[in-house]
C-alpha cells in the first residue's frame, strides 16, 4: 500500500494524558497537513509542512498540540495534557507541489479522551 | 455564517437514480474545488478536482463550478450501493500558490437502496 498511513488507528486516553500521533506521507510527497474532524462535520486545518518546515498553523492548534516533521519525511502530532474536547478524528493528508497539489489523506487515527 | 454551507442530508435513493449533491460558499477567493467521499470510519478519497468555473467528467461523476453564484455541484449517474457514503465538498483560495487549506463543508450522508 502507497497511499499516506497513519498510526495508531485507533486510541483510548484517560483526561489529562498525553497522546501521539504519527503519519508517512506517500513517499514522493514533499507537503503534509494534519486535519481534524468530529462527528458529522467536515475535516478542520491544522497545520501544514512543506519537507520539514512547519509553514502554518491554524488557531485550532492550541498550545498542548505540536507537530514536527523532522528530515521532511514522516510526521507526529503530539496533543498534551489530552481534554474530551479533543476526541476527533486526526486526519494526516500530503501532496506533491509539482502536480496541481491533489491532497490525499489518510486513513485517520480516532481519538477518544475518557 | 459558515464559509462553505452543504445539506448534512441524509440523502436516500433507488439504485439507478441520478444523484445531486451541491455546496454554496462565500468566500468569493475560492477557486480550486474538490468533492471527497468518505466511507464510515474511514478517511476522505478524492473524486473529483476542479480549477474554477466549469464542468468535468469523470466516469458515472460529473462536477459543475459556477463562480458567478458560489454555487459547486456533483451529479452522480446510475447510482449504485456502493456509493453510500458521506460527500464533502472543499475548497481552497490557493494563496501563497499552494491550495494546501482545504475548507470543507459538513458532508451529505448519501444512502442509495438496492
Known amino acids: 500500500d502507497t497511499g499516506v498511513s497513519q498510526d495508531p488507528r485507533h486510541k483510548i486516553t484517560k483526561r489529562g494524558q498525553n497522546v501521539t500521533f504519527r503519519c508517512d506521507p506517500i513517499?514522493?510527497?514533499?507537503?503534509l497537513y494534519w486535519y481534524r474532524q468530529t462527528l458529522g462535520q467536515g475535516p478542520e486545518f491544522l497545520t501544514y509542512?512543506?519537507?520539514?518546515?512547519?509553514?502554518?498553523k491554524s488557531r485550532l492548534l492550541s498550545d498542548r498540540f505540536s507537530a514536527e516533521r523532522p528530515k521532511g519525511s514522516f510526521s507526529t502530532l503530539e496533543i498534551q495534557r489530552t481534554e474530551q474536547g479533543d476526541s476527533a478524528m486526526y486526519l494526516c493528508?500530503?501532496?506533491?507541489?509539482?502536480?496541481?497539489?491533489?491532497?490525499?489523506f489518510g486513513e485517520g487515527s480516532w481519538l477518544t479522551v475518557v | 455564517q459558515k464559509e462553505v454551507e452543504q445539506d448534512p442530508g441524509p440523502l436516500s435513493v433507488p439504485e439507478g437514480a441520478i444523484v445531486s449533491l451541491n455546496c454554496t460558499y462565500s468566500?468569493?477567493?475560492?477557486?480550486?474545488f474538490m468533492w471527497y467521499r468518505q466511507y464510515s470510519r474511514k478517511g476522505p478519497e478524492l473524486l473529483m478536482y476542479?480549477?474554477?468555473?466549469g464542468n468535468k467528467e469523470d466516469g458515472r461523476f460529473t462536477a459543475q463550478v459556477d463562480k458567478s453564484s458560489k454555487y459547486i455541484s456533483l451529479f452522480i449517474r446510475d447510482s449504485q450501493p456502493s456509493d453510500s457514503a458521506t460527500y464533502l465538498c472543499?475548497?481552497?483560495?490557493?494563496?501563497?500558490?499552494?491550495?494546501?487549506?482545504?475548507?470543507f463543508g459538513k458532508g451529505t450522508l448519501l444512502t442509495v437502496n438496492p
Open positions: 472543499a475548497m481552497s483560495d490557493g494563496s501563497g500558490g499552494s491550495n494546501y487549506k482545504l475548507t
Open positions: 509542512f512543506q519537507n520539514e518546515a512547519q509553514l502554518e
Open positions: 468566500n468569493s477567493a475560492f477557486q480550486y
Open positions: 513517499s514522493e510527497h514533499n507537503r
Open positions: 476542479t480549477y474554477s468555473s
Open positions: 493528508a500530503s501532496s506533491f507541489s509539482g502536480s496541481g497539489n491533489t491532497i490525499y
